[in-house]
Nanobody
Framework: QVQLVESGGGLVQTGDSLRLSCAASGRSLGAYHMAWFRQAPGKEREFVARTMWSGDGIFYGGFVKGRFTISTDNAKYTLYLQMNSLKPEDTAMYYC????????????WGQGTQVTVSS
């Protein structure tokens, strides 16, 4: 089992940047696929980006369009999401997730970190 703790959210203005972090702990961390999701009030959870700890297999949701970058620090088992040119529609709770297999469901979730972008 993996424990995930997100941090780095906050209140920013349109055009600002934020870097979210997700500290992972547990057994066999290197075997997990990692991802960021987000959920805005009244909306379904939305896929943001995924990667493996090696940095392979990076894939972004269609809305990202070069504004966000997912990365990892293998020494610290920390997942990052660098978000640039933030827009009010990026306002959401951002969650870190993990799973053991590429085709499986995301089984491990953090508690989330709130990002609010004011216009």
């Amino acid at each position: 089992q993996v424990q995930l703790v997100e941090s780095g959210g906050g209140l920013v203005q349109t055009g600002d940047s934020l870097r979210l972090s997700c500290a992972a702990s547990g057994r066999s961390l290197g075997a997990y696929h990692m991802a960021w999701f987000r959920q805005a009030p009244g909306k379904e959870r939305e896929f943001v980006a995924r990667t493996m700890w090696s940095g392979d297999g990076i894939f972004y949701g269609g809305f990202v369009k070069g504004r966000f970058t997912i990365s990892t620090d293998n020494a610290k088992y920390t997942l990052y999401l660098q978000m640039n040119s933030l827009k009010p529609e990026d306002t959401a709770m951002y969650y870190c997730a993990a799973k053991m297999t590429l085709a499986g469901t995301w089984t491990e979730w953090g508690q989330g970190t709130q990002v609010t972008v004011s216009s």
